[in-house]
T-cell receptor
Framework: GAGVSQSPRYKVAKRGQDVALRCDPISGHVSLFWYQQALGQGPEFLTYFQNEAQLDKSGLPSDRFFAERPEGSVSTLKIQRTQQEDSAVYLC??????????????FGEGSRLTVL | RKEVEQDPGPFNVPEGATVAFNCTYSNSASQSFFWYRQDCRKEPKLLMSVYSSGNEDGRFTAQLNRASQYISLLIRDSKLSDSATYLCVVKENAGNMLTFGGGTRLMVKP
């Protein structure tokens, strides 16, 4: 489809395992965001890319979280040594630079991570 | 204190009712304001921007009060399909992100 695609949709990990979540943005979208959404909460900002450059990673909660977008398209969010508090839906969003004015981000359906 | 605060609800209203949601933001340097809608277990989607002069889109009216750092969304003639969580969203002047509130859940009943 033409939308933002995320995989896996569901991931169950044992505490201490590493996980990798993938995001395929809409073709041509230079801006890419990762958000974390806990149950019953709003999305919380994690990090922002413009093309391959990670311009803001102020929302990453710890050094266990790492994101990359090496070729300015697909992005991966990696969480090392997962903890139970990492359980959440991880949302990826992409947009043209026009988001600065329009406020419109196009979200994927998210990757639901459950850490046991 | 969260940067963007909303009453979580739920607001339970009958079809045809008028309902209003409020949102407050803490950073006076915030520049742009939006409402997003998120259906259960789905992704958030932009509903409308919020302009200083207030703006309307069909049954939806958004208003901004910069002095009070307060944003509102009014829904007239509620439909069953309006049932969702409404997220108040703020962009700061120099920020690289949209900051989301916790959301207000609306349930419209027949």
């Amino acid at each position: 489809g033409a939308g933002v695609s995320q995989s896996p949709r569901y991931k169950v990990a044992k505490r201490g395992q590493d996980v990798a979540l993938r995001c395929d943005p809409i073709s041509g979208h230079v801006s890419l965001f990762w958000y974390q959404q806990a149950l019953g909460q709003g999305p919380e900002f994690l990090t922002y890319f413009q093309n391959e450059a990670q311009l803001d990673k102020s929302g990453l909660p710890s050094d266990r979280f790492f994101a990359e977008r090496p070729e300015g398209s697909v992005s991966t969010l990696k969480i090392q040594r997962t903890q139970q508090e990492d359980s959440a839906v991880y949302l990826c969003a992409s947009s043209l630079r026009t988001w600065l004015n329009t406020g419109e981000l196009f979200f994927g359906e998210g990757s639901r991570l459950t850490v046991l | 204190r969260k940067e963007v605060e909303q009453d979580p609800g739920p607001f339970n209203v009958p079809e045809g009712a008028t309902v209003a949601f409020n949102c407050t933001y803490s950073n006076s340097a915030s520049q742009s304001f939006f409402w997003y809608r998120q259906d259960c277990r789905k992704e958030p989607k932009l509903l409308m921007s919020v302009y200083s002069s207030g703006n309307e889109d069909g049954r939806f009216t958004a208003q901004l009060n910069r002095a009070s750092q307060y944003i509102s969304l009014l829904i007239r003639d509620s439909k069953l399909s309006d049932s969702a969580t409404y997220l108040c969203v703020v962009k700061e002047n120099a920020g690289n992100m949209l900051t989301f509130g916790g959301g207000t859940r609306l349930m419209v009943k027949p």
